[in-house]
């Protein structure tokens, strides 16, 4: 009997020896980010969603996703609680951040009703989008604005004709347009601004290091074809196909690292 209980320490042992060496092993990395319709759906759908997984998974990293308001993502990860945020804008504050590539390319559209003329931003009332990173020049020309929560409240406007029209993020308008069946509405032709996407970690060695491994997946990502599985937009003023596109890819090449 005795015998048999020091064996039974020994494999108890060996067990909690292999839990600990494998948790060891695992990296685990807490990034914030927050909810736009067709990139972050839920903590495991959405564009961007399927894109931080993928590299995490490829990098043998435990990642934890927290969705919360915009602003409130940014400000916790700007006072240190997580340890990056992603999607992350050259117009928010740089200090102390560590970028990876650019894994995507905003475009901001204007959207208006199809019967009415193209709107004057600088005279015409349009709505915006609470949380939304607008650049500031283009907001100080817009003299008559109103917010709402999400953009398909503000297409809601749109068509109860209380609003000329709507700036938001060209794919995520039209999904958002989708879902609520909206076919009079329609975007502008070019894009108002267009910014480079990023994951943004901590100015430390650890965040240099993490960003410099996602930057060397998302590269991976994009020579394989495997981003274009997880965005399959076919459109001007994105990263599709930077083999086919000649003129995007000259475009994007800067902000990939690809030039």
Known sequence: MPGNILNMKKV????????????????????????????????????????????????GIQLKINILPAKRAIQYFNEG??????????????????????????????FYSIDNPVPNIE?????????????????????????AETDQSCFKMLK?????????????????????????????ENPLISFPVFFAFKKTPEGKKIAK????EIFKLIKSGEYNKIFPFKSKGFIPDINSAKCSYSYFAPYLGLD
């Open 213 to 216: 491994e996602f930057s060397a």
């Open 160 to 188: 109860q004709g209380r609003v000329k029209g709507v700036i938001a993020e060209k794919i995520s308008g039209q999904l958002s347009l989708d879902y609520l069946n909206y076919r009079e509405i329609m975007h502008s």
């Open 12 to 59: 108890i042992f060996y067990i909690i020896l292999t839990l600990v060496g494998q948790l060891s092993f695992a990296q685990d990395l807490v990034l914030n980010t927050y909810r736009i319709p067709g990139y972050v759906e839920s903590e495991d759908e959405g564009h961007f969603i399927v894109l931080a997984r993928t590299i995490a998974e490829n990098l």
């Open 81 to 110: 609680h997580v340890d990056g945020i992603f999607p992350f804008l050259t117009i928010y504050n740089m200090e102390n951040k560590t970028l990876s590539r650019a894994y995507y390319i905003s475009n901001t559209m204007l």
């Open 123 to 147: 005279q015409d009332t349009i709505c915006l989008i609470s949380g939304y990173v607008y650049e500031q020049l283009m907001i100080a020309q817009i003299k008559h604005r109103v917010y």
